[in-house]
């Protein structure tokens, strides 16, 4: 199962490849996509992606994680949440969205087992 290209981004909207809604913040991994509530974590810009976050995405068996901290990088990735995902064998890149967007398209064309979760405003 391969994962799906990320169609379209702009500020708080995506649209991923195959899928009929559009998102705010998106989780994507091979085979599937769903919106990212940050409400179901307690999530906020700081500090930032926590575990449980990721959790769903790293159970995909994914080989690399791709975290789009928004438009003005203003969602943490703390250092114990990079641990986490390196402790599951999990390679992982943090980068502004629109760069993230790219780069998990970009490894999802190559046919990479990539997963991502994507903040698309701030």
């Not at 990320?6 to 995506?14: D, F, K, R, T």
């Not at 990735?77 to 986490?84: E, H, I, Q, R």
Request: hydrophobic letters at 35%.
């Amino acid at each position: 199962m391969s994962s799906p290209e990320i169609a379209s981004l702009s500020w708080g909207h995506m649209k991923v490849k195959g899928c009929s809604s559009s998102y705010k913040d998106c989780k994507v991994w091979p085979g599937g996509s769903r919106a990212w509530d940050w409400r179901e974590t307690g999530t906020d810009h700081y500090p930032g992606v926590q575990p449980a976050d990721l959790d769903e995405v790293l159970k995909k068996g994914i080989e690399l994680l791709v975290i789009g901290r928004g438009m003005s990088e203003a969602l943490q990735v703390p250092s114990s949440t990079l641990d986490f995902v390196k402790q599951k064998g999990v390679e992982v890149r943090v980068l502004q969205t629109q760069k993230a967007v790219a780069e998990y398209n970009k490894l999802a064309g190559q046919g990479a087992k990539v997963g991502g979760v994507f903040h698309s405003t701030c």
